[in-house]
């Protein structure tokens, strides 16, 4: 059973930076890809950031281009999300999720990381 567990969250000041972490259990992920999502009170969730296990290669939201900055160790299978130059806007739980490759909907998710950029 895939298992998804964020932590890294916080409160920072604008400007400042986090670093989330996502630690994946349950399976092999060669063949999968991981992405950060989030959800803002009253807004839906939204696409942050994706790896993939194999190969590494990354995709970004526009919003998030040049100040987030998403890795991966495949030896702890966990993953990561750089977070620079963090702004009001940015404050949202932080979703981390994975599905394989060939499938289009994310079907496993963690908890969420709550993370608040102060002004």
């Known amino acids: 059973q895939v298992q998804l567990v964020e932590s890294g969250g916080g409160l920072v000041q604008a400007g400042g930076s986090l670093r989330l972490s996502c630690a994946a259990s349950g399976r092999t992920f060669s063949t999968y890809v991981m992405g950060w999502f989030r959800q803002a009170p009253g807004k839906e969730r939204e696409f942050v950031a994706a790896i993939r296990w194999s190969g590494g290669s990354t995709s970004y939201a526009d919003s998030v281009k040049g100040r987030f900055t998403i890795s991966r160790d495949n030896a702890k299978t966990t993953v990561y999300l750089e977070m620079n130059s963090l702004k009001a806007e940015d404050t949202a739980v932080y979703y981390c999720?994975?599905?394989?490759?060939?499938?289009?909907?994310?079907?496993?998710w963690g908890q969420g990381t709550q993370v608040t950029v102060s002004s």
């Open positions: 999720a994975t599905k394989p490759i060939v499938v289009t909907t994310w079907g496993y």
